[in-house]
């Protein structure tokens, strides 16, 4: 299983596709609750852990909040619509500062949980494909170098 990376160009918002069935039902629910537990205490940890509460009850909300948003995307109950109503990706991460290099970060952080699953390659792969794409939307600070060409000289 190959968790590729591919480049954001700054403001594309790609088409996904949600992950496919096989996911949830390897995973089940009680599994993605425990996934995203470790998936945020190594996030907290990381590079990109300032973003992120350091307390313990705090970050446990964000755990079981945004928990619901998973299971629904991947096919489950609807409990984040329920509980918060549309979500809208790019309005969720705009307080943040996310850079192609925090992106890299998050994902580095799921590859980390996703390889000690013992569900299949086509269902990791599937949940890896939707995070790979849908999180270029979250990407909305520009630290990408200029090229010779774009450069303006006065
Ligand atoms: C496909 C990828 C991603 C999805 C589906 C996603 C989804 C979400 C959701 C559902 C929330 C909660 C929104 C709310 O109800 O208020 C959230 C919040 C947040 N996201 Fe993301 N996110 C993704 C990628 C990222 C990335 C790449 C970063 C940073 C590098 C990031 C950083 C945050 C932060 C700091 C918050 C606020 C704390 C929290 O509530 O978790 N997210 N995200």
Not at 37 to 62: H, R, T, W
Not at 82 to 92: Q, R, T, W
Not at 100 to 122: V, Y
Request: a negative charge; proline letters at 5%.
């Amino acid at each position: 299983m190959d968790y590729k990376i591919t480049k954001t160009e700054f403001g594309e918002r790609p088409d996904y596709e949600l992950p496919k069935p096989i996911f949830l039902e390897e995973m089940g629910e009680e599994g993605l609750v425990k996934l995203f537990d470790e998936f945020y205490d190594l996030v907290a940890q990381s590079d990109i852990g300032n973003f992120f509460p350091q307390d313990e009850e705090e970050l446990q909300k964000i755990k079981s909040h945004n928990v619901k948003f998973f299971i629904e995307a991947c096919g489950g109950p609807k409990y984040y619509s329920e509980a918060v109503g549309h979500f809208d990706m790019i309005k969720a991460h705009e307080p943040f500062s996310i850079t192609e290099k925090a992106r890299t970060e998050w994902l580095g952080c799921m590859e980390e949980i996703l390889r000690k699953s013992t569900i299949s390659d086509e269902a990791k792969k599937s949940f890896w494909d939707y995070l790979e794409r849908f999180s270029k939307h979250t990407v909305n600070v520009n630290t990408g170098l200029k090229l010779p060409e774009d450069i303006v000289k006065v």
